[in-house]
């Protein structure tokens, strides 16, 4: 199993700029989230999903937008990209069967907005 | 403020040495979690623990969840080389079903040398 795929690995972006982080995972997950991660500060939630055509807002989510049409992907929009974005970004899935908190994560999308 | 005060940030120390990381809250979870990410990777899953005062072992890793599900211990016993690398505690606030949405410490960067 491919677990959790994120593409790209690396973007750089101009200010103003958007652009679409891909995330799929072939687990039959139904619950799908997107943190971003900047040092000395963890993980922060930007947005979640509980299913399919069901999203909701994280912690951060000001600048991102998120759908679910199908089980296997999440994409995460950044709309105008601006440099406090710039970070790196990790898709994760979880399922209330082997518990919705044991969350299996991407390798990861390295944003730079100059 | 981050919910979840992990301590220390940064933990440098020679092969065989103990050590203990710490996650403080005066929020209650109703489960924690402790992972582990290696550079360019995401984190990965060590342990769950979701009872007060649940000790958990994993080789040389002992996990502890406090008595109030409040805060929660990372010691490791004789560090190897190997266990270098950025821990994180990540907890399940209590009440409702978190589907997923955790909330993450700082995380601690420990390097052991040979």
């Known amino acids: 199993n491919a677990g959790v795929t994120q593409t790209p690995k690396f973007q750089v972006l101009k200010t103003g700029q958007s652009m679409t982080l891909q995330c799929a995972q072939d687990m039959n997950h139904e619950y799908m989230s997107w943190y971003r991660q900047d040092p000395g500060m963890g993980l922060r939630l930007i947005h979640y999903?509980?299913?399919?055509?069901?999203?909701d807002q994280g912690e951060v989510p000001n600048g991102y937008n998120v759908s679910r049409s199908t089980t296997e992907d999440f994409p995460l929009r950044l709309l105008s990209a601006a440099p406090s974005q710039t970070s790196v970004y990790f898709c994760?899935?979880?399922?209330?069967?082997?518990?919705?908190?044991?969350?299996?994560f991407g390798a990861g999308s390295r944003l730079t907005v100059l | 403020t981050q919910l979840l005060e992990q301590s220390p940030q940064f933990l440098s120390i020679q092969e065989g040495e103990n050590l203990t990381v710490y996650c403080n809250s005066s929020s209650v979870f109703s489960s924690l979690q402790w992972y582990r990410q290696e550079p360019g990777e995401g984190p990965v899953l060590l342990v769950t623990v979701v009872t007060g005062g649940e000790v958990k072992k994993l080789k040389r890793l002992t996990f502890q969840f406090g008595d109030a599900r409040k805060d929660s211990s990372l010691h490791i016993t004789a560090a190897q080389p190997g266990d270098t690398g950025l821990y994180l505690c990540?907890?399940?606030?209590?009440?409702?079903?978190?589907?997923?949405?955790?909330?993450f410490g700082q995380g601690t960067i420990l390097t052991v040398h040979p």
């Open positions: 999903s509980v299913g399919a055509g069901i999203t």
């Open positions: 994760a899935s979880s399922n209330r069967r082997s518990g919705a908190n044991v969350l299996t």
């Open positions: 990540a907890g399940a606030m209590a009440g409702g079903t978190s589907y997923g949405k955790l909330t």
